[in-house]
């Protein structure tokens, strides 16, 4: 499992970016809510991140809090939410706003 990327940031763009570390590039699927918070482009960054084994890839998402991808596993954990979805709640602010509007 790869829990956490530290690196330089590479590419910022609207739904991904891409990470520097150790040589090698990682590219992290993010909310719009963890790309505000993703330095310019030469900066370092810590992303905690999860992720998802598939048949046909490896997709690596990426949350600039632990509360944040907690929350992304819980919404991947209802029936009917895959990923995108769950990243598009996300963008929608931070995790305990998004929690106090569904209490």
């Known amino acids: 499992m790869i829990a956490l990327i530290h690196g ?27 790309l505000s918070h993703v330095p310019r ?14 048949d046909d890839a490896l997709l690596l998402y990426g949350f600039a809090t632990e509360e944040e991808r907690d929350l992304f596993l819980l919404l991947i954990g209802v029936q009917g939410v895959g990923p995108k979805m769950a990243l598009a709640v996300l963008s929608g602010g931070p995790p305990r706003e998004l929690l106090k509007a569904v209490a």
């Open 8 to 34: 330089e940031v590479m590419v910022r763009r609207g739904d991904h970016v891409v990470i520097s570390a150790n040589g090698v590039g990682h590219r992290l699927n993010v909310s719009a809510e963890t």
């Open 41 to 54: 482009i030469g900066e370092t960054v810590t992303l905690h991140s999860h992720l998802i084994v598939r």
